[in-house]
Each structure stands twice: as C-alpha cells, then as structure tokens.
C-alpha cells in the first residue's frame, strides 16, 4: 500500500474495518447474543418453577388438613361399608343386640357374597326368638350400628305354646355390605 491516496486509503481501513466487524459479529457477538437469550429464557423457567414452589410451599398447610379431613371421612365410611366381612365382630354385635333386646338367636349363617359395582351384598340367615315387641326393638337398635344392615324377607310365627318371654319365632335375612377394592374387584370375597 505504498502510495495510496486519502481517500483510498479510508476506502481500505473501511472495508478492512466492515470484514473485521463482520468476523467479529459472527464468531462473537451473534453467539453470546443468543446464549443470552437461552440463559434469559431459563432463568425466567426457574424463577416461574419457584414461584410455583413457594406457592405450593404456602398451601402446604391447607393440602394437609384437606388430607386429614378426607382420611376421617374415610374412617367414617370404612365403618359404614368396610373392606372385609368381619364375621365374628358382626356375629357378636348381634348376639349383643338380640341379648339387650330380650331375643335369642338360635341361627346365623353367613351366606355367599353378590358382587355388586364397587361393594358386595353379603346376607346373613337369622332365626330368632322372642316376643314382637323384642323384635321391633331388636331391629331398631339393628338400624343404630355403624356398619349398613339391611333386613328383608322377614317372617314371623306365633308359637303354639308361648310363654311371657318367647311369643313368637322369626326369620329374616339381614344384609350388610363389604367395599370390594379396586385391586380385588375381579375376585369377590365368598361367603363363610
């Protein structure tokens, strides 16, 4: 570049300057820009995820008690419809009720469980004795228990020879219903 004039020469250090900054924009400028712009977008990523965390940090309290209430819902109803067929607790409350209402209780036989959508009915045979007040109250304090009990085909005969506390001999079936879970829905409990 010996003898160049002026204005060549800024010609030149114009194009040398344009290639450099073009160099300079490709290789430097144009890949921090866009590591930037990905460190700018993952940083507002986790700043949401936080935000998302302290806002569920915050209800933490709430989900708990919300768990809480549905486990005491659950204990509620696993009394009214529990997951198993509890004969021997069954059994004894009855004996219990027919006992405190003056009744005896000279049959119960569990019979086979029907499956049913999400429970099984499972109908027990009773035959008692008694007089029919004894009975009605019998069946109301039978109403009363925590656990479902239904009662059908109800029959009642006088006796040939009564006496003050056995007036009559009854029989009914009394239903009351198990939870089948999920996992067991295919293979319903049988009777015992």
Not at 137 to 154: A, E, K, P
Request: charged share 25%.
């Amino acid at each position: 570049m010996g003898r160049l004039g002026f204005g060549a020469q800024i010609t030149v250090f114009a194009i040398l300057g344009a290639i450099l900054y073009g160099i300079f924009y490709m290789w430097f400028y144009s890949p921090m820009q866009i590591e930037i712009e990905e460190k700018t977008t993952t940083r507002r990523n986790l700043q949401a995820e936080v935000e998302n965390a302290k806002t569920t940090a915050a209800r933490l309290p709430e989900f708990r008690r919300e768990v809480e209430r549905k486990e005491a819902t659950l204990q509620a109803l696993s009394r009214i419809l529990p997951s198993q067929k509890e004969v021997d607790d069954l059994l004894r409350k009855v004996q219990q009720l027919a006992a405190e209402s003056s009744l005896d209780v000279l049959r119960f036989k569990p019979e086979a469980t029907r499956p049913q959508d999400f429970y099984a009915e499972w109908p027990i045979t009773l035959d008692l004795d008694g007089s029919y007040h004894n009975l009605a109250y019998f069946f109301d304090r039978l109403s009363r228990l925590s656990r479902i009990v239904n009662v059908t085909n109800l029959n009642i005969d006088s006796k040939a020879d009564p006496t003050v506390s056995s007036t009559i001999s009854a029989s009914c079936t009394a239903t009351t219903y198990v939870f089948i879970e999920s996992a067991s829905a295919g293979a319903a409990p049988t009777g015992q």
